[in-house]
């Protein structure tokens, strides 16, 4: 429907209706432009398929307020003289608001909200008197439909599935020649070949390192926490060994984040965090990635009264042009139980590796190290454990946006006390090169260094 076909129609009915109160006629070339401009807003609000109700009685309305008034009714003259019977009486108009079903378009909506009087517009006409309704133009209504848009993508999830015919113990993940299990060379157990830090410090950046236009950040995706969330016995706590893997198509080899032998287990309660060893160097998202695992329960002295906890892989399938979506949990049922995986998807990010030394350390401390990137609100423990000399603690590889920041805190508590001491620092994410952080509290001292790479290409 054109908007011609919606102002004519308006313009006709409107020539007879009365204006409201206290309003002044305005001029014939006036109400053409109000007309044109209410049509204007009328066709982009057609494009948008976005033409409501209220934004359609907003439109009528000024052009009800706008239009000239209808000359006064002259007054009935007696006759004296036999006439002819007076006309039937004019059809009672009803004070509510014109029905209009499912089906009427908008040209048969505005002309019969048109031809209704003004208290047919009930509450909504006489507010709008008072300024209290506005109307809202088509752009601004396209501003909000977008940003509605980009806030359903935020809190969209990417696409998660355990993939079938997966299984380790049973062999089935071995048979078959599906696509995924091609792509990411699935019967290949090696470990990846491919280290952290591989361009910490490339040599050929240009112009320079900071501002490098060699090498870019890229999607990336990052493991937050792996939690038990139920187990099929009631020991408590449980010992799991078993690995858990992410391949990538960067190189589709296993990037392990969880790796215990039989003889070195993890006592994990239910509803604890399973301590996280990985990942070697981070995880680069192309459109996809699988997180391959294979978690037993230790109950026996032999291998064969085990129980299987989970066994199979997880695709993570997703497009990673779009913004960024917020940190989603996912649970991986098996026969033993479940675990619940918290992971995320960063659009432009890069690799950081960090190493913390400990020194003069004053007594037997309980430390906790946490960390968290900047615009995922999703923190994460790196280590949680007992001190008591200077020490080294373990190399930690996360992804960071590029533009964000990389946040740190220690909380450090002497054995057998309720106080706790806390510091933190945070550090800005940049493509190549190291930063160093020096932190200094009554118990300890520690010293924080960051490598910063982006991945191949």
């Excluded at 396209?142 to 980009?150: C, G, H, P, T, V």
Aim: net charge positive; charged share 25%.
């Amino acid at each position: 429907m054109s908007t011609g076909e919606i102002i004519h129609p308006l313009r006709r009915t409107l020539s007879n209706c009365p204006p409201s109160p206290n309003t002044a006629a305005p001029r014939p070339r006036l109400i053409a432009r109000i007309a044109d401009g209410i049509g204007q807003e009328l066709a982009a609000a057609q494009r948008m398929q976005s033409l409501s109700r209220s934004t359609l009685l907003g439109l009528v309305r000024r052009l009800r307020l706008s239009s000239p008034p209808s000359p006064a009714p002259q007054p009935r003259r007696l006759l004296l003289t036999a006439s002819a019977p007076p006309p039937p009486p004019p059809p009672t108009v009803c004070c509510s608001r014109p029905a209009v079903s499912p089906g009427r378009d908008a040209r048969t909506m505005a002309v019969a909200l048109a031809a209704s009087p003004d208290r047919s517009l009930g509450r909504e006409s006489r507010s709008e008197e008072k300024g209290a309704l506005k109307d809202v133009p088509a752009a601004a209504m396209l501003k909000n439909r977008n940003d509605n848009e980009k806030k359903r993508s935020r809190r969209r999830k990417p696409g998660i599935t355990i993939l079938k015919n997966s299984g380790h113990r049973d062999g089935s993940i071995f048979k078959g020649n599906r696509g995924w299990k091609i792509d990411f060379r699935i019967a290949n157990p090696d470990e990846t070949q491919f280290e952290a830090m591989m361009l910490s410090d490339p040599g050929d950046c240009k112009p320079d390192e900071i501002a490098c236009v060699m090498h870019e950040p890229c999607p990336m995706l990052q493991i937050f926490s792996l939690k038990l969330a139920k187990t099929s016995i009631d020991r408590f706590p449980v010992e799991l060994y078993g690995y858990i893997a992410v391949r990538d198509l960067m190189d589709p080899l296993r990037n392990y984040v969880v790796r215990r032998s039989r003889d070195d287990t993890i006592a994990v309660k239910p509803g604890s965090l399973i301590e996280m060893a990985g990942p070697k160097r981070g995880i680069k998202f192309c459109s996809s990635a699988l997180i391959e695992y294979d978690m037993r329960i230790k109950t026996g002295e032999q291998e064969e009264d085990d129980i299987q906890l989970i066994d199979g892989v997880l695709g993570i399938f997703d497009d990673p042009s779009k913004p960024s979506c917020k940190p989603f949990r996912s649970r991986i049922d098996g026969v033993g139980g479940a675990v619940d995986i918290t992971v995320g998807l960063l659009p432009s990010a890069v690799e950081a590796t960090f190493e913390v030394a400990i020194s003069e350390v004053q007594s037997c401390l309980d430390l906790t190290v946490c960390s968290y990137a900047g615009g995922l609100n999703q923190q994460f423990k790196i280590f949680q454990g007992t001190i008591g000399e200077s020490c080294g603690l373990r190399r930690s590889v996360v992804a960071v946006m590029l533009d964000g920041m990389l946040h740190l805190r220690f909380i450090a508590r002497r054995k057998g006390s309720k106080r706790d001491h806390e510091i933190a620092c945070s550090i800005r994410a940049k493509k190549h090169g190291s930063s160093t952080h020096q932190l200094n509290t009554e118990l300890a001292s520690f010293l924080v260094k960051v490598d910063w790479s982006t991945l191949p290409m």
